[in-house]
């Protein structure tokens, strides 16, 4: 009997479309509603099909099904498509109108055909969108950002039809306005606004005229933001994130619509031997209209009363029901040295650069902070980072030269300030780099509790959820962790921590593609490789999973081989034996 030939799949970025009230079209006017159909496909959506790289698989009478191997591209179609459409000039008894859902997922190959939960899912999104609306998963979201903009509306977890697991849906809004010609489009979708209050502070300028001084400016901008994390009354973007604008001529509305902000604080500073000034603005990002300013001109050694007063101005502008106390409870300065505290600040630069030679300059930086305020908790804890990062790109016999430190210098800024949260996210990580599971999860939680506006505390929670037989835990605290600080230097590692968590809960196509991004964005990171080698067997993608095995043997070396048969400590043994068994379906292992 002749072996039944194996089921083909792949991962694709599907769009389904189809007509909205096409019954009652057809009813008013057949022939006529199958002329404009006609004449749309051919003047519309077929040339811009083809225009980003689509193949239309199969139609209906007023449907299609797409295929694309990008979903930036998909989505390119998808805005393109309705973008056109609201510009035609139709009678209102006449109107078409289409919906679009976009999915990425698995698929499977039947000749020119495909089908599969990846197609289905299309359909259902399709089917909750509006006339002229596009409604996207989650993952579609996720690849997407950073590459176009386009505004959209968090509708949750639903729950579709013959779909088994819930899926995290987002309703894409209002198309932005078009560009002029010549200018360039924004190229970030937009967040939508958290339920509280948010906010995000602007590198300050620095006016001194000295480039020299331009940490000074940094610091006073991210201890703000800082002391304004302390408030559980507010939603605050990560410093990592905020600074990538540091240089560039930007509009208040664009940066409320690219971080998902309701609130914009943006400042300078010029320092001048002994004295500083310090100006700042609290802007509604949606009109551009100021809601508070301030000037304030100190001399240096007043310099943290400055960082009180800007923060309680715009706590007292956003927040009249906040009780002073309670911000003055939750403020916490740092180093009373302000050597210390710019050694620090420089310490900071170095380490969110993501290469492996900027720790050690990192490292030399924190250690001269501590070496002049030993109790300078933050600079301890920025230690600790600099080891936890650099393992990243380092292989797993070095591990016992770099844990213990990571672990005594976390200690070391908890025990000098136990309210600070980065001490026992950096413990957290390091901790469960020592197989130490229970521990590692108590600090993460610790450090969320007591900073519930760090990107870092709910990246340590979710890694430590993640390998930790908890990946679905781990999945919300991550996404979280992304959502607090969008554009993180750090974001590459959580990013492949989503993609592990995503294996380990079963998500294996989710993991393929943020792996196949990383691999791409990020060619120095071997345990990506790992994931998606791992998730490609799972997904029965064997050419493909060996295909990246090579690339990773001949990039990495031999001992390539020794991390995927040693199972490294932070990895339970029912998640190893998972990543076992996803290397034995990709054919890589016996």
């Known amino acids: 009997m002749a072996a039944t030939a194996p089921t083909q799949r792949k991962l694709a970025a599907i769009l389904a479309?189809?007509?909205?009230?096409?019954?009652?079209?057809?009813?008013?006017?057949?022939?006529?509603?199958?002329?404009?159909?006609?004449?749309?496909?051919?003047?519309?959506?077929?040339?811009?099909?083809?225009?980003?790289?689509?193949?239309?698989?199969?139609?209906?009478?007023?449907?299609?099904?797409?295929?694309?191997?990008?979903?930036?591209?998909?989505?390119?179609?998808?805005?393109?498509?309705?973008?056109?459409?609201?510009?035609?000039?139709?009678?209102?008894?006449?109107?078409?109108?289409?919906?679009?859902?976009?999915?990425?997922?698995?698929?499977?190959?039947?000749?020119?055909?495909?089908?599969?939960?990846?197609?289905?899912?299309?359909?259902?999104?399709?089917?909750?969108?509006?006339p002229g609306g596009i409604c996207i998963e989650r993952s579609v979201l996720t690849q997407t950002r950073g590459k176009l903009d386009f505004p959209v509306e968090d509708?949750?977890?639903?729950?579709?039809?013959?779909?088994?697991?819930?899926?995290?849906?987002?309703?894409?809004?209002?198309?932005?306005?078009?560009?002029?010609?010549?200018?360039?489009?924004?190229?970030?979708?937009?967040?939508?606004?958290?339920?509280?209050?948010?906010?995000?502070?602007?590198?300050?300028?620095?006016?001194s005229g000295d480039p020299e001084q331009e940490y000074?400016?940094?610091?006073?901008?991210?201890?703000?933001?800082?002391?304004?994390?302390?408030?559980?009354?507010?939603?605050?973007?990560?410093r990592n994130s905020t600074f990538t604008y540091k240089g560039r001529a930007i509009d208040v509305k664009t940066v409320g619509r690219e971080l998902g902000v309701r609130y914009v604080l943006e400042g300078s500073v010029?320092?001048?031997?002994?004295?500083?000034?310090?100006?700042?603005?609290?802007?509604?990002?949606?009109?551009?209209?100021?809601?508070?300013?301030?000037?304030?001109?100190?001399?240096?050694?007043?310099?943290?009363?400055?960082?009180?007063?800007?923060?309680?101005?715009?706590?007292?502008?956003?927040?009249?029901?906040?009780?002073?106390?309670e911000r003055e409870r939750a403020a916490r300065k740092p180093s009373d040295s302000l050597d210390a505290w710019e050694c620090y600040h420089r310490g900071m630069w170095h380490l969110c650069r993501i290469e492996v030679g900027e720790y050690p300059r990192a490292r030399s930086f924190f250690q001269r902070a501590v070496a002049i305020d030993p109790t300078f908790a933050a600079a301890h804890s920025g230690i600790s980072q600099t080891f936890l990062v650099e393992m990243y790109f380092r292989p797993f016999r070095e591990r016992p030269e770099t844990v213990p430190p990571a672990i005594e210098h976390a200690r070391r800024g908890i025990a000098s300030d136990p309210t600070e949260a980065s001490g026992y996210a950096a413990l957290a990580h390091a901790l469960l780099l020592m197989g130490q599971h229970s521990e590692a999860r108590a600090a993460a939680d610790r450090a969320v509790s007591l900073d519930p506006n760090s990107a870092w505390a709910f990246a340590a929670q979710g890694l430590t959820r993640a390998f930790g037989d908890r990946p679905r835990e781990g999945i919300d605290a991550l996404m979280l962790a992304m959502r607090l600080s969008p554009f993180d230097p750090l974001m590459p590692r959580w990013q492949h921590h989503l993609a592990r968590a995503s294996y380990?809960?079963?998500?294996?196509?989710?993991?393929?593609?943020?792996?196949?991004q990383l691999c791409q964005s990020y060619p120095d990171l071997s345990p990506v490789y790992r994931t998606l080698i791992a998730a490609l067997g799972q997904l029965r993608q064997e050419a493909e999973a060996q295909r990246v095995m090579s690339e990773a043997l001949e990039r990495f070396g031999e001992r390539f081989w020794g991390t995927m048969l040693t199972q490294p400590p932070e990895l339970s043994l029912e998640a190893y034996e998972h990543m076992l068994d996803g290397y034995r379906q990709a054919g890589v292992l016996d």
């Open 270 to 325: 010029r320092k001048a031997a002994n004295r500083v000034r310090v100006t700042a603005q609290l802007i509604e990002a949606a009109t551009g209209g100021h809601l508070w300013a301030e000037r304030y001109d100190r001399d240096l050694s007043d310099i943290f009363a400055v960082q009180d007063e800007i923060t309680a101005g715009v706590s007292a502008a956003i927040m009249p029901t906040v009780e002073r106390s």
């Open 155 to 207: 509708l949750g977890e639903q729950a579709l039809k013959n779909i088994a697991q819930p899926v995290h849906v987002f309703r894409v809004g209002p198309r932005p306005s078009r560009p002029h010609a010549g200018e360039t489009p924004a190229v970030l979708a937009a967040l939508p606004l958290p339920e509280k209050p948010s906010i995000a502070v602007l590198p300050f300028q620095n006016m």
């Open 504 to 516: 380990l809960a079963g998500d294996y196509a989710p993991a393929v593609a943020s792996a196949q």
């Open 17 to 130: 479309a189809d007509v909205a009230g096409y019954s009652r079209l057809m009813g008013s006017d057949e022939e006529g509603t199958l002329v404009r159909l006609q004449t749309l496909r051919a003047e519309l959506i077929d040339p811009r099909v083809a225009e980003h790289n689509g193949r239309i698989v199969k139609t209906t009478g007023d449907g299609l099904l797409v295929e694309f191997a990008s979903v930036v591209d998909a989505m390119r179609c998808a805005i393109a498509w309705q973008s056109a459409m609201a510009d035609r000039t139709q009678p209102a008894e006449a109107r078409i109108d289409f919906r679009i859902g976009v999915n990425l997922g698995d698929v499977i190959i039947d000749g020119d055909d495909i089908f599969g939960d990846g197609v289905n899912i299309a359909a259902r999104l399709e089917a909750m969108a509006e």
């Open 216 to 238: 000074f400016a940094d610091g006073i901008a991210e201890d703000v933001i800082t002391l304004l994390s302390k408030s559980r009354g507010l939603f605050v973007i990560a």
